[in-house]
């Protein structure tokens, strides 16, 4: 019996870090997933980091400080950071809703909460014009203001957070909960220190793809904006108008901002899970 | 009397889970309700626990009406099957949880704390999460957790039945001399007859929503109330009409003893110290008895296969006629 475990013992301390002990299976696949990923993202996104860095950083600062771009990024962020505020409550109680509930017509809401995901974009724009626009058959005119942004937006986003946390939620072992409330835990409690830590990192990951999707949304505001300057014009109307111009480095200089914005967004988000998930 | 249940009754959907249900549990014994699966003795715990409610009847804790109160108010410590561990929080997080719902000021819990650490032989795992725990500790965890809060009654819901054979044997065991240390009083389901045997004071047999019968490990064994409690609680076979154990039936080479029964062997298992033989009786039926013996009174009497014999059951058997 001890002849082996020595063995082992001589195994481990062997200098690890030259030999990687990568198998072929795992080189050839942990190569195509690094070229397929440069290909599709590193690449173009250095790109894009590249040609806004083309004029310089005073370029840079001027673009996105000139007057109708600095409003078109308030409104966006702005309006996706609600948006995901927004989602991370709503999407957590639909998603708590449809895991814990039995009511009739659950199948079909389950249904229904992917159409935002399934439906093509413009044709939610042309849905939200319809509904809330100048002939708004229920009184909601929206047409033309930043109110309208927030609604596409919250259109689009709404599946992200819900689809993130129900399965979580399911799996989640009632018994747990049942222990918490034996030893004195209000619902409240139990919510807050037993639940919800399980379920952060679910609830920042859809908030993350929330933000995400929303300041890139293009397709379904267009429509029912109207895109007017300093009213609800937004940052990919921005991008689009500066390629139309000709101005590719001011289209990737806003791009680029949208880029940091994202990211720190999401290390923000994965900050706060963390210490949410580490509570209780 | 430390808990009382009366004339509980409880039904999932057509199901009747409990029906007219009264048991008295001791204050400070080891209380074991023992049937088979489905039969309703977790849905019993369950309720006494306030978990579930009954659909009528009443459930008193240490002399107040607990029928109504929601499990919060009621005070028992509660041991899932699967350890129902709060995962994101270290092993003396979960054993705190309950005196930090009550308020206590953070050196009390503190201390209490690794009290409780100590009694359940975790103390070098306060900082791990529970997911670096094996199976036997995780539960010995849960059971801390539920002793934190001082419960006037601690509930166990087959608190070893996850757990492989050898473990379980060992935290049974354990469970024994902590109650003996501890002195709470103490209910836990299970479907195994010898952990029931083993580590109880008393015993509660349930079956199909009913109790069968209520009484010490040796009242149960020794006088069963009837054919399933006595073949519940161990091997059986047929004599004569009547149920009797098999290592309560004597073996005989020759007809000496009046009344013996003959038959004659026709086949022989041995495990471990015992044989267990299969007899058939030589009258008209045919019927077939086994017969336990030790190995070594197998030896001196010569006992195999084909060999003619008298059997007689011994004097004092625990015998229930067959319904």
């Known amino acids: ?280 | 009397m430390s808990i009382e249940v009366k004339n509980i009754n409880k039904r999932f959907g057509n199901f009747v889970a409990l029906e007219n249900v009264n048991v008295s549990i001791p204050t400070g014994q080891l209380t074991a309700l023992l049937g088979p699966s489905g039969g309703g003795k977790t849905t019993l715990l369950r309720i006494i626990a306030g978990l579930e409610s009954a659909d009528s009847g009443s459930v008193e804790i240490e002399g107040t009406d607990a029928t109504q109160l929601p499990v919060q108010k009621r005070n028992v410590g509660f041991v899932f099957q699967h350890y129902a561990a709060f995962k994101h929080m270290s092993v003396a997080k979960n054993i705190a949880f309950g005196l930090e719902i009550r308020k206590r000021p953070k050196d009390e819990i503190k201390d209490r704390v690794a009290e409780l650490l100590e009694l359940v032989h975790l103390e070098q795992f306060g900082h791990r999460l529970p997911s670096q725990l094996s199976g036997g500790q995780r539960q010995r965890m849960a059971l801390a957790r539920a002793l934190a809060v001082e419960p006037s009654v601690l509930l166990l819901d087959e608190p070893f039945g996850a757990l492989d054979a050898k473990v379980r044997k060992e935290l049974r065991d354990w469970l024994r001399r902590l109650h003996d240390e501890v002195h709470v009083t103490t209910v836990f389901v299970t479907h195994d007859q010898e952990e029931a045997l083993e580590v109880s004071d008393e015993i509660v047999v349930i079956n199909e929503g009913r109790v069968e019968q209520v009484g010490s490990p040796d009242t149960l064994y020794d006088s069963p109330a009837n054919d399933f409690v006595m073949s519940f609680l161990g091997p059986t076979t047929i004599l004569d009409g009547t149920l009797y154990r098999p290592h309560d039936i004597d073996v005989f080479t020759h007809p000496g003893i009046e009344g013996s029964i003959p038959a004659r062997i026709v086949r022989e298992l041995r495990v471990g110290f015992e044989v267990r033989l299969t007899v058939e009786l030589l009258d008209a039926d045919h019927e077939e008895v086994t017969v336990t013996v030790t190995r070594a009174h197998q030896r001196s009497l010569g006992l195999s296969d084909g060999i003619d014999v008298w059997l007689s059951p011994t004097h004092a058997a625990a015998a229930v006629p067959v319904p």
């Open chain 1, 1 to 280: 019996m001890s002849t082996p475990v020595q063995e082992g013992r001589t195994g481990l301390s062997r200098p690890t870090l030259l030999n990687h002990n990568l198998t072929v299976s795992t080189g050839i696949g942990l190569g195509i997933s690094m070229l397929w990923f440069s290909l599709l993202v590193l690449i173009p996104l250095s790109a894009v980091i590249a040609a806004a860095a083309a004029g310089g950083w005073t370029e840079f600062w001027r673009t996105i400080t000139n007057e109708q771009t600095a409003a078109a990024i308030k409104l966006t962020v702005f309006s996706a950071v609600g948006v995901t505020v927004v989602n991370v409550v709503a999407g957590t109680m639909i998603a708590w809703v449809l895991v814990r509930d039995r009511f009739p017509g659950k199948g079909l809401l389950e249904l229904i909460i992917d159409i935002p995901f399934a439906l093509p974009t413009i044709v939610a724009g042309l849905v939200l014009l319809s509904l809330y626009g100048v002939d708004s058959p229920l009184g909601l005119n929206f047409a033309n203001t930043g109110k309208s942004v927030f609604l596409a937006f919250l259109f689009v986003t709404l599946p992200f957070v819900v689809r993130m946390v129900q399965p979580v939620l399911e799996e989640l072992d009632e018994d747990v909960e049942e222990a918490a409330a034996s030893l004195g835990a209000n619902r409240f409690t139990i919510f807050r220190r037993i639940i919800l830590p399980s379920l952060a990192p679910a609830i920042a990951a859809g908030a993350a793809l929330s933000f995400a999707r929303a300041v890139g949304e293009y397709g379904s505001l267009v429509l029912l904006s109207g895109n007017l300057p300093f009213k609800s014009e937004v940052t990919s109307v921005r991008i689009l108008s500066a390629i139309e111009n000709d101005n590719r480095a001011g289209a990737a200089s806003i791009a680029t901002l949208l880029l940091v914005i994202s990211l720190a967004v999401i290390i923000v988000l994965d900050l706060v899970q963390r210490k949410v998930a580490r509570r209780g």
